[in-house]
């Protein structure tokens, strides 16, 4: 069999090895009930990593999303007695509109995304700082509870938050493989000028790609915020690096066109199964981040692609 | 007069325009301030902000930053990206910190040999750094993003998250010690940023930082030993962060996990809000220091014309896009990513 094809399958392999391994060391691993206690803790991360995705396949990157995911906590905290379940409309827009803003400074400006969504995140700081009053805001819990409580239900046995989750993913792996806009995705990060060539409005599929990942991660902040029953400036901080570890670990370059939201699914799964390993193996506390670390590095290693990467920047 | 009105010469020296602009806005508002409480206040001259108690100020917040700045300048000049800076910072100030406390805790004994010991440690972590990039083919960015988790996590396994108290009032006079209004790590922050303009301009290092960034294949292609200068490039990067580990505690006394917190946005907002581009090839030291100038003085001056806090990173988000747009050829490049 040839090596190169057998490349894009890196990413589930080393999951379900990963994934046997973490079982074999300590069996209670496999037990269902607290798998998918795992899988919906990891929910807002795996939100976030499919609109990140999204940026990442056209070649860019949004550095803003944690920011944004910071403001909506705070978004959500503030308007939820207000406008109830209508609060989730307004905070997607409102992640959107952030993403739409980024790439339009990106493509009619020629700012790199990487400063972009970095100096539109810090924009989305002020915002969150000004309407928390910097201080950690506290959910009303009759109004949580008629909202959103819901999401804490489960239906047919499996927790409602994953089904969004795999709703979420269906939607994005539709739009990423069945439209002609996920054409155009693959098309501008495998190769942008033969897409403008070609007579696609490249300007117009950025902004459109930055937006959706601005929307998921008003999703993924929205989602967090209602877990933790409050909003603050700072809620969401850590899960920007994390969210961009996940969907390199699936398989998607930062060169873009290559990858997808399975693979963002798959890496989610795999920083998951890392980080839970820990707890079933045991390792202590102080140990467990750099550990992290060192077991990223191997799973880049070993599973990144490197056929289309000429120079290695 | 035409040579100095022309694009380029223009596009050169936005930086410094912005930090001059800057700094000649502050004192307007203060003004209107002043005179809207009905005191006296000649436009600069009775400045709080443009006086030496404030611009010391404003150095001793910025020179740590300076150090971690200047180390990933070189890493962006070649192409590339380190966001490990973070860890690698929490590594040196740690091992610093115990090394120091080990050797006889005071300046006046052997643990004057913690320092250096720091940028050794500083140099291993880059090295380490270039050396998974490189030889392992992984990209700068990747490879750093899980560098700074290994950093930090080894900072995190060293002090099993305590503080280290650094209280040597001779490693203190870093900070407590004047020389003409300025502490004396001012003055340390300027020599090693002088270090690096040289190694930067006048060794064949810095010279191949702009090969390798300026056209990679083009350079392999002249014989240049492109892997050798990427991996030189962290460790130096790496020296610069342990550097600015050892700005950090002499500055606040303590040595922790979270040390290193927060340099990684600042550290690279400043390089490029300095003109220098993160497709490489351009920029250097010397943009840093106005990039990071630029950073704090607005951090400072917002709160000397007392406007609220909250404000603060939105205006640096704004410049940075301004600073980017105007630094920024657009005949020159065809598409950003």
Redesign the interface.
Known sequence: MNFERLNAHFPWITLVVLFLLVGLANPAFFNPVGLLALAGDVVPLFIMALGMTFAIYI??IDLSVQQVANLVTVVATVFLVKLGIGVALVCILAGALVGALSGL??TK????????T??????V???A??LSN?RALHMNAEAREASFGWMFDTTLGLPNELIIAVLLLALCWFLQTRTTFGRALKAVGAG??AA?ASGIN?DRIKIMAFALCGALAAISGLMFSVKLSGGDANLANGFL?LA??AV?VGGT??T?GVGGVLNTAVGTLIVMVIRAAMVFLEVDA?????????V??VA??LT?D?SK????? | MKALLSRDSLLKWAPVLVLLVLMLTFPIFEMLNDLARGKEHLYLLDSRFLSVRNFARIAIAAAPALMVALGVTFIIIMGSIDLSMEGTVSVSAVSFAYAFIALGGTLASWAWLAMPLALVVGAAIGMLNGLVHVKLKIPSFMASLAMGFVGTGFALLLTGGERVRVDDPIFRSLLTVRWFNFPIMIYVAGAFLLLMWFVQTRTTLGRNFYAVGGGEELAAASGLNVSRVRILGFTLAGVCYAMGGLLAVGKIGIAETVTGANFMFVSITAVVVGGTALWGGIGGVFNTLIGVLIVFVINNGMVVIGLPSYIQSAVLGALVILAVVLSTDRKAISFVK
């Open positions: 070649g860019g400074v990106t400006f020629y700012v790199p995304s990487f400063v972009s970095l100096a539109m995140g810090f924009v700081l002020s915002g700082k000004w910097q942008e000028l403008v490249v690096l961009i570890v390199l370059p930062l873009g102080t140990h467990q981040q750099m550990i992290f670390g060192i990223l590095i880049i290693a990144i490197r990467l000429k120079i290695v920047k």
